[in-house]
T-cell receptor
Framework: AQSVAQPEDQVNVAEGNPLTVKCTYS??????LFWYVQYPNRGLQFLLK??????LVKGSYGFEAEFNKSQTSFHLKKPSALVSDSALYFC????????????FGDGTTLTVKP | KAGVTQTPRYLIKTRGQQVTLSCSPI?????VSWYQQTPGQGLQFLFE???????NKGNFPGRFSGRQFSNSRSEMNVSTLELGDSALYLC????????????FGPGTRLTVL
């Protein structure tokens, strides 16, 4: 079985400060990891993904994420938060042996205050 | 390319009725997945279709079903609606390959009274 945990329901940061949204996963086999963002009353938008290779991946809007195999984590980061980054963030995982199924975390609400 | 479209955007039904939701994927995408999103349960995987075949199914009762047509458009059907089926139903499409990201539609907001 595959699972994703986002341990924080809510993350609050001040504008200009660095932000981290945490994600850990559990799978059998090699994981493909994704981050998506959802703005109010809209569908999810893809931010970035890890497939293989460099553990640090860069994505849209200045976000990046670090894959850590030993800690089975894929935390989302941004060096300097913007108020417009306030949204709901989802981590997701897929594996080759379970084609077609994406498992999502419960989501983390990020609030960036001016 | 046009994005993923879902119809209708909003739907109000009463208990016991059935409903059909439609999803048109991005042109060229043959994989279509459906998710149920609720405040308490997050994003739950319903099923995934690829080239008209259901490849995977989540833990939902048999009242939830779906299909995919030869043009990759997909429908999901919920029969004998229950109050707990009220949710945002999201459709996502992707290119072939488990490493490809999904592109989501705006969702259909279903309210069961």
């Amino acid at each position: 079985a595959q699972s994703v945990a986002q341990p924080e329901d809510q993350v609050n940061v001040a504008e200009g400060n660095p932000l981290t949204v945490k994600c850990t996963y559990s799978v059998s086999g090699n994981p493909y990891l994704f981050w998506y963002v959802q703005y109010p009353n809209r569908g999810l938008q893809f931010l970035l993904k890890y497939i293989t290779g460099d553990n640090l991946v860069k994505g849209s809007y200045g976000f990046e994420a670090e894959f850590n195999k030993s800690q089975t984590s894929f935390h989302l980061k941004k060096p300097s938060a913007l108020v417009s980054d306030s949204a709901l963030y989802f981590c997701a995982v897929r594996v080759d042996t379970n084609a077609g199924k994406s498992t999502f975390g419960d989501g983390t609400t990020l609030t960036v205050k001016p | 390319k046009a994005g993923v479209t879902q119809t209708p955007r909003y739907l109000i039904k009463t208990r016991g009725q059935q409903v059909t939701l439609s999803c048109s994927p991005i042109s060229g995408h043959r994989s279509v997945s459906w998710y149920q999103q609720t405040p308490g349960q997050g994003l739950q995987f319903l099923f995934e279709y690829f080239s008209e075949t259901q490849r995977n199914k989540g833990n939902f009762p048999g009242r939830f079903s779906g299909r995919q047509f030869s043009n990759s458009r997909s429908e999901m059907n919920v029969s004998t609606l229950e109050l707990g089926d009220s949710a945002l139903y999201l459709c996502a499409s992707s290119e072939r390959g488990v490493y490809n990201e999904q592109f989501f539609g705006p969702g259909t907001r279903l309210t069961v009274l």
